[in-house]
T-cell receptor
Framework: DVKVTQSSRYLVKRTGEKVFLECVQD?????MFWYRQDPGLGLRLIYF???????EKGDIPEGYSVSREKKERFSLILESASTNQTSMYLC???????????FGQGTRLTVV | GENVEQHPSTLSVQEGDSAVIKCTYS??????FPWYKQELGKRPQLIID?????GEKKDQRIAVTLNKTAKHFSLHITETQPEDSAVYFC?????????????FGTGTLLAVQP
């Protein structure tokens, strides 16, 4: 079974802190994604990566950056956390071609 | 870039009735259209998908139709059961490199009343 693992289930951070959310997948998938899920807004794409060191902005990249130094790991970075970044963050990975995306368990981030 | 619109945002049906959720997409290069189900407190999981060279696909009580000309696709659930209650997301994507961007609709909360 494909496993997509996010480093934390719950996080509480202070405004202005630098926050790292980590995601690891074990199926050698080329594509990895970071989404933000808020009620009524669905799954909004923050960033995605289709290869090591390659990244593409999604619909809401402002205030975020990403890093993909190794194929299995995709990190989301909040350079200076703000209260409007309080949300559920979901990582996903997907192989090449028209294939299924698999999601991590999500990280509930609260910025106070 | 791709934009996916999904309707309705909420849907309430009686057990045994059918449910239909509709999505439209904007990028004619999109060629893969998956549907995900997210139960409360759980991660989204794929329930069915359709590729652009197919007009319809069925899996037991679930079916998906695709109209490439109109750029819309729909999820049909027949004989709904209480365990079908969840949030459903449609998505669209292309294939290859940067076009692998997977964009989701805003979701439909389906409530099946017993």
């Amino acid at each position: 079974d494909v496993k997509v693992t996010q480093s934390s289930r719950y996080l509480v951070k202070r405004t202005g802190e630098k926050v790292f959310l980590e995601c690891v997948q074990d199926m050698d998938h080329e594509n990895m994604f970071w989404y933000r899920q808020d009620p009524g807004l669905g799954l909004r794409l923050i960033y995605f990566s289709y290869d090591v060191k390659m990244k593409e902005k999604g619909d809401i990249p402002e205030g975020y950056s990403v890093s993909r130094e190794k194929k299995e790991r995709f990190s989301l970075i909040l350079e200076s956390a703000s209260t409007n970044q309080t949300s559920m963050y979901l990582c996903a990975s997907r192989g090449g071609g028209n294939t299924e995306a698999f999601f991590g368990q999500g990280t509930r981030l609260t910025v106070v | 870039g791709e934009n996916v619109e999904q309707h309705p945002s909420t849907l309430s049906v009686q057990e045994g009735d059918s449910a239909v959720i509709k999505c439209t997409y904007s990028d004619s290069a999109s060629n893969y259209f998956p549907w995900y189900k997210q139960e409360l407190g759980k991660r989204p999981q794929l329930i069915i998908d359709i590729r652009s060279n197919v007009g319809e696909k069925k899996d037991q009580r679930i079916a998906v139709t695709l109209n490439k000309t109109a750029k819309h696709f729909s999820l049909h659930i027949t004989e709904t059961q209480p365990e079908d209650s969840a949030v459903y997301f449609c998505a669209a994507t292309g294939e290859g490199g940067a076009t692998n961007k997977l964009i989701f609709g805003t979701g439909t909360l389906l409530a099946v009343q017993p």
